[in-house]
């Protein structure tokens, strides 16, 4: 059995950005999705959050060795 988590940023019209993100905070959170038994991570590739996030799991990966 599998389960899914995401880690969304989306835009809305009036706002732009609906919630600011660091690298701190994408990296605390993906931590939080490792520990809780996620291993495969997937990136969309937009420039923005999509390539940061994709940055934190590839620097994750030295640390923990069953993700991929």
Same mark, same amino acid.
């Given at each position: 059995?599998?389960?899914? %988590?995401?880690?969304?940023?989306?835009?809305? =019209?009036?706002?732009?950005?609906?919630?600011?993100?660091? %690298?701190?905070? *994408?990296? &605390?959170?993906?931590?939080?999705?490792? =520990? *809780?038994?996620?291993?495969?991570?997937?990136?969309?590739?937009?420039?923005?959050? &999509?390539? +940061? *996030?994709? =940055?934190?799991? +590839?620097? +994750? %990966?030295?640390?923990?060795? =069953?993700?991929?």
């Amino acid at each position: 059995k599998y389960e899914t %988590k995401s880690i969304m940023l989306y835009r809305t =019209q009036k706002t732009g950005y609906s919630l600011f993100f660091s %690298k701190r905070g *994408t990296e &605390d959170s993906i931590k939080n999705l490792i =520990q *809780t038994g996620v291993t495969v991570f997937y990136s969309g590739g937009a420039i923005g959050f &999509d390539i +940061l *996030t994709a =940055q934190v799991v +590839l620097e +994750l %990966k030295n640390s923990y060795l =069953q993700i991929f």
